[in-house]
């Protein structure tokens, strides 16, 4: 007889991201890749969420897996009503720390989207589902997080040869912009099974992706290439 999992959370993914939770907000440590993808991503989040939910300024946002708060930060600096989630402990402190030396008022839980309760206006899963169990778990948790109406928007990698030598090959060991192990290809998604675990209660509404340019040395937005990074944005059905 099986068990059914209750779960999301990975111990292993967890330590591995606690470990380094002093580190969040060094932008030339090893969290150096998330500050340069913020610069892609931040215009992004604001630009999807005002055209598929509702102005920014007010909306309830939720981040899961929030980690130190990169994200949750500049959301609230935008006027939103800002909730980060983690299942590491550490990590929250350190996103509580730093939001109080900003002078940010936003609330930072330990726990998980499934034991988490109540809907937002919003509902980021940024380069989070790839380092938990039962993926389908995790976006049915949070479908039900999200009001009717309401906006998710996630980010991933694709799961492809490509993905393996430049998402792990060459960050990992060539270019070392992250551990080693820090990512496990066969837990990447590609975007046709992330957008089947969304579409029963929501509508695939935006896609795009995001390379990376080794001349200028940043991530830029790139429609036609999800090859590698790619954010999706769904519509949770009234």
């Known amino acids: 007889m099986t068990t059914r999992a209750t779960t999301t959370a990975n111990q292993r993914e967890i330590e591995q991201f606690t470990h380094l939770a002093m ?3 060094d932008e030339q440590g090893p969290m150096q890749p998330l500050h340069r993808i913020n610069l892609v991503r931040m215009p992004l989040l604001k630009r999807w969420i ?10 309830k946002i939720l981040d899961v ?8 930060e500049p959301l609230a600096r935008l006027g939103a009503q800002v909730t980060g989630i983690d299942a590491g402990q550490e990590n929250i402190e350190a996103a509580i720390n730093h939001a109080k030396q900003s002078g940010l008022n936003v609330d930072y ?16 899963a940024l380069e989070i589902i790839e380092h938990v169990d039962e993926p389908e778990l995790f976006v049915k948790s949070l479908l039900t997080l999200v009001k009717p109406g309401g906006v998710i928007i996630m980010s991933t990698i694709n799961r492809n040869p490509k993905s393996f030598a430049l998402g792990i090959v060459a960050a990992e060991y060539i270019l ?9 290809w ?3 998604k590609k975007p046709s099974e992330l957008s089947a675990m969304l579409s029963p209660a929501a ?3 935006d896609m795009t992706g995001m390379v990376y340019d080794p001349l200028k040395r940043c991530f830029a937005e790139d ?7 790619y954010f999706l944005c769904a519509v949770r059905h009234s």
């Open 203 to 205: 509508k695939i509404v």
């Open 176 to 184: 070392r912009w992250l551990p080693r192990g820090t990512h496990s």
């Open 223 to 229: 429609t036609q290439d999800v090859d590698v990074n």
């Open 186 to 188: 066969r837990k990447f």
């Open 109 to 124: 839980i330990c726990t998980t989207a499934e034991d988490f309760k109540g809907q937002f206006d919003v509902v980021l």
């Open 65 to 72: 897996g929030c980690g130190g708060g990169l994200v949750c």
């Open 23 to 25: 580190h969040w907000w």
């Open 50 to 59: 005002e055209a598929h939910g509702r102005p920014i300024k007010g909306a």
